[in-house]
């Protein structure tokens, strides 16, 4: 089997809570807590959980747009956590990012022709001519008229605007594109022709996507495999199909039963969490989930379950499954 283009080990991101009068450092957000996964090169990943997970930091690690404090980050089998900066830079080219609001992301004083051309320059094209030929094909690409090079992004609907933001990332002929929840800021209606374009887009140009995001329909519409994040750690990883017709974890099923279905016969009973979700700065002992967990056991409490394959490609971290 072919290396995967994208491998994580054990990946952690803790981030330091300052207090009292001298600022010292007196606890740590765990906004992610040893993550394990792998892309295989032309799939779709999702990633998906609630708000504050830990999925949009661990998004931003790959790009190491984040300092990753543990872990390992393997690109086309060389792990990117060592390189410096001028290294870095090179290996950019071959990952970039949408991002979840195309407003905040493009700058709004450059006209889309000037935003379009900065990873250009910055990845060496120098010549303008061939600049400017490059950001009408991009535009032609994402569905969008070579016109609108002269113009604002403020003159933009926001399905628009993340065209030109999906347009920024094709600029430099990436492999990896990290989508980190590109739809949520979207009308449901323009949600679909993104979507449908980001797919277009991967079978043209055999482009991998690690796809981040919260809505559980939106990410079976687009992804091969899918892994489900609860307080910084992944629960569960599988297949796209196998996930959704059979989730293995509690999180997992209380996830998926708060999908509206329009068949009511094939609705599954909803599950409702007790609780709030607890603090990254103060995660339970044993597993992260037992607090909420409708089927928790004496032993969710004390120990923490491994992440291990409870049938062929699928994942699960939870005692059940012993």
Do not use: W
Not at 110 to 118: G, Q
Request: aromatic share 6%; glycine share 8%; net charge neutral.
């Amino acid at each position: 089997m072919a290396e995967p283009l994208v491998k994580v080990e054990n990946l952690k991101k803790h981030f330091p809570v300052n207090g009292g009068i001298f600022g010292k450092k007196i606890g740590e957000v765990k906004a992610v807590d040893g993550v394990s996964f792998f892309i295989n090169k032309g799939e779709t990943l999702g990633l998906v959980g609630e708000s504050g997970c830990g999925k949009s930091t661990t998004g931003r690690m790959l790009l190491r747009l984040l300092e990753p404090s543990e872990g390992s980050i393997y690109f086309e089998g060389r792990d990117i956590t060592k390189l410096s900066k001028g290294e870095l830079r090179k290996i950019r080219r071959e990952m970039q990012m949408v991002f979840q609001d195309p407003f905040a992301s493009l700058n709004p004083r450059h006209t889309v022709e000037k935003i379009l051309e900065e990873p250009l320059i910055v990845h060496g094209m120098k010549s303008s001519a061939e600049r400017k030929k490059r950001v009408r094909e991009l535009l032609e690409i994402v569905g969008l008229n070579s016109y609108h090079a002269k113009r604002y992004p403020h003159q933009f609907s926001g399905g628009q605007r993340q065209r030109i933001g999906i347009a920024r990332a094709l600029a430099v002929n990436p492999k990896l594109i990290i989508a980190d929840e590109p739809v949520s800021a979207l009308d449901v209606s323009i949600q679909s022709q993104v979507l449908n374009l980001l797919q277009d887009l991967q079978e043209e140009f055999d482009l991998t996507y690690l796809f981040i995001a919260h809505d559980l329909g939106v990410v079976r519409h687009i992804s091969d495999r899918v892994g489900v994040m609860y307080l910084g750690r992944i629960v569960e990883l599988s297949d796209s199909e196998p996930l959704y017709e059979n989730p293995k974890h509690p999180y997992t099923k209380a996830l998926l039963s708060a999908v509206p279905i329009p068949d009511v016969e094939h609705q599954s009973e909803r599950v409702i969490l007790q609780g709030d979700v607890p603090s990254p700065s103060n995660p339970p002992k044993g597993c992260p989930f037992h607090t909420r967990c409708p089927q928790a056991m004496e032993e969710c409490a004390n120990k923490q379950p491994l992440f291990k394959e409870v049938e062929k490609g699928h994942y699960v971290a939870c005692h059940l499954y012993k």
